[in-house]
């Protein structure tokens, strides 16, 4: 399970960020509200945890423009503004639940815990792109019937690319998104997973889906 925590305040984004990754969800970190919403666009998150006063662009105005544009990862609200109004104002903007601060951790994750039962689809263990399939289950890709299992690291690189089907996605959008935040390596292990991916589920005699885009990065199906 993959979460976005948008928060401004560095020390509880990181508190935060430490406490999901120790339940055991992949978590990214952002700062900056322009900035998370990039990558909240991008896709991919189970949850993102939204911080409604947040530099460059507010909370509020993210989640409405998530939801315009057809992004429906369950948004939970965080903020110090406890009046009706407030929390109104919030799950009318599009959240599903609202957290006020301060707040104890342990209520943070059973939100979330709740927000990921009420929007589980019984058919959402399975990604399709074209004749791929991934089980994330059993995470393991099926292709012409044949079944390869995947590393955690190809796993995540191919879940991201397929949630993100038929869009260019830059290899540093791909690090942001699918490596550890602490990760300060080169971009050329995007190149080095794309090639291991490509072995396992682009070989003869199938048609290519993982597809380069020359001086840009990746993209997944037509």
Same mark, same amino acid.
């Given at each position: 399970? %993959?979460?976005? /925590?948008? #928060?401004?305040?560095?020390?509880?984004r990181?508190?935060?960020?430490?406490?999901?990754?120790?339940?055991?969800?992949? /978590?990214?970190? #952002?700062?900056d $509200?322009?900035?998370?919403?990039?990558?909240?666009e991008?896709? $991919?998150?189970?949850?993102?945890?939204?911080?409604?006063?947040?530099?460059?662009?507010?909370?509020?105005?993210? !989640?409405?423009?998530?939801?315009?544009?057809?992004?429906?990862?369950?948004?939970?609200?965080?903020?110090?503004?406890?009046?009706v109004?407030?929390?109104?104002?919030?799950?009318?903007?599009?959240?599903?639940?609202?957290? /006020? =601060?301060?707040?104890?951790?342990a209520?943070?994750?059973?939100?979330?815990?709740?927000?990921?039962?009420?929007?589980?689809?019984?058919?959402?263990?399975?990604?399709?792109?074209?004749?791929? &399939?991934?089980?994330?289950?059993?995470? #393991?890709?099926?292709?012409?019937?044949?079944?390869?299992?995947?590393?955690?690291?190809?796993?995540?690189?191919?879940?991201?690319?397929?949630?993100?089907? $038929?869009?260019?996605?830059? %290899?540093?959008?791909?690090?942001q998104?699918?490596?550890? %935040? #602490?990760?300060?390596?080169?971009?050329?292990?995007?190149?080095?997973? &794309?090639?291991?991916?490509?072995? @396992?589920?682009?070989? !003869?005699?199938?048609?290519?889906?993982? @597809?380069? &885009?020359?001086?840009?990065?990746? =993209?997944?199906? !037509?």
């Amino acid at each position: 399970m %993959r979460i976005l /925590v948008v #928060e401004d305040e560095a020390r509880l984004r990181e508190l935060i960020g430490r406490t999901l990754e120790a339940d055991g969800y992949e /978590v990214v970190l #952002e700062g900056d $509200g322009a900035r998370g919403l990039t990558h909240a666009e991008a896709g $991919g998150f189970d949850v993102i945890v939204l911080d409604l006063m947040l530099p460059t662009m507010s909370g509020l105005e993210i !989640s409405m423009r998530l939801r315009r544009r057809g992004v429906r990862s369950p948004i939970l609200m965080l903020t110090a503004r406890d009046t009706v109004d407030d929390r109104v104002a919030g799950l009318d903007a599009g959240a599903d639940d609202y957290l /006020v =601060k301060p707040f104890a951790f342990a209520e943070l994750t059973a939100r979330i815990r709740a927000l990921l039962r009420r929007n589980a689809d019984p058919g959402g263990r399975e990604l399709r792109v074209e004749d791929l &399939v991934l089980d994330r289950a059993r995470r #393991e890709a099926v292709r012409g019937g044949r079944r390869t299992e995947l590393t955690a690291r190809e796993f995540s690189l191919l879940e991201y690319l397929m949630r993100n089907a $038929g869009r260019v996605l830059t %290899r540093d959008q791909i690090i942001q998104a699918v490596w550890p %935040r #602490e990760f300060d390596g080169g971009a050329n292990v995007v190149d080095t997973y &794309v090639h291991y991916l490509r072995e @396992k589920i682009d070989a !003869s005699p199938n048609r290519a889906l993982i @597809k380069t &885009v020359r001086g840009v990065g990746y =993209k997944l199906g !037509s």
